[in-house]
């Protein structure tokens, strides 16, 4: 381990966030690029051993992914929402420890056909459905060849297609362009929800961590001993660095290496595809849906929403999930397109008179964001290896980290912290 910050560094002072202000070291042991989950999840673990770090942060605010906003009053995640897989999920642990507000997220959720509730035959129907993919997925996963995960569903008609329009949103692609060995060793069970927002949540596991805000990291040479980060703020020194900037960001180019990275770890991050996943706000008293934070799911109409999440927290808050093939049909420069094919859908299913108050009060773009460019990196059939290339460290000074490196938990909140803990833990094991 190199000698105690405090003696060696040049400090730069700062703003957090506009609330706390912390002096930052120019030449810690780790610099950290990006205050997602990720990067709070390192920079917590490598204090705690007592290394000195630098957190840089392109945006003004950190929890990148994840961030809560107030609506009217109430805070609404426009990123990350759900935390998934409670058992395995690290932010679970650590949210029990904490005493933080969790709850268990609701197992049934609404069932609708052409606007009035299904019949328990009906309901019946999709879960076995549901089922079936699940069985015939997980059984052709065992082969040796990788194959489109879509490929192995069995035909089950209008149901299969929902099943597939369900899965397909959740894994940010159609079904046909994901991997089906990545596909199935995400654990989906178990589900939580956290009052006051799970970016709030991570705002506060983030709250007086050594960030730079505003700073955009640009070029990282790793030539010469230790590694330089050349950022938008000046020239850090380090003896190593942990990356947790989004696959999409990666793959135009926003870091420059040199030397450039190696073929394999250059290949591994061009070889992940953009998964879209993005929220229509909409507040809706009047909605039809009783209870509080259930899924709903609307069939029997040409256009069927892949996700409906109803009176988030008890409001009358309602996410309309927008799925990639969909948010791809939008013109980019015409911000209103998602409220009206939202309520355009939700017409289709309880006529004009039901959503005579329904607004749509925002509408994410996580898509066109230039520090995020998805919502979270996918694994195209045939490539189910690249997470874990990515693992192994460059020149034992770059070590990445993020969402897209988890097995068990890609593209979440809880995958990217256990990313960042695993890279923290191999570097104080290395400087050590
Ligand atoms: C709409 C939506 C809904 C979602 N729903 C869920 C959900 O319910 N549950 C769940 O668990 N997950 C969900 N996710 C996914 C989850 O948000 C992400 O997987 C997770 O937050 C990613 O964390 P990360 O640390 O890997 O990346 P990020 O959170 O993106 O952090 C990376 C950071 O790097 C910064 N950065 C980028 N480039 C640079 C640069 N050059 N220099 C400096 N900084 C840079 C970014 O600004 C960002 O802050 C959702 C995502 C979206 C978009």
Redesign the pocket.
Known sequence: MKEPAAKRGVEISVSLDGETSTSLNANPDVVI???????IAAARRLLASGLSVTV????GR?????VTRLFKGHPLD???????AGPINPLVKLGHGRGEPLRRAPVNGHFFVHGRPGSRAQRAALDRAFAMADRAMTQAAKAHEDQPAARTLPPMGPQGRRVAAIHGLVSGRPLDEVSLHDFPSMEYSDNLFIAGG?GAYVRRLGHDLPVRLN????AIDWSGQGVRID?SAGTLQASAVIV???MA?LQQG??RFAPALPTTIGEAVHGFTQGV???VVLHWPDSPFRGADRLASLTGTHRQPPGLLTRIDGTPFHFFELDQPTAAAFDRRDIHAPYRYAREVLAEQFGYRAIQNLSAVYS?A?RHDP??RA??AVVPPGLYAIRDVLKAPVGERIWF????LSRAQW??????WE??ERAAGEIIAHLR
Do not use: D
């Open positions: 690029v990006g205050a997602g989950s990720a990067g840089l942060e392109a945006r950190i929890g990148g992914r994840t426009l990123g990350a929402h759900w935390l998934h799970l700073t955009a990291v640009r950022s947790t900037t989004p960001v926003a870091i996943y993005e929220h994410t996580w520090w995020s919502s979270w980290a993020g969402e897209a593209g979440t909140a809880g995958g990217a990313e960042g």
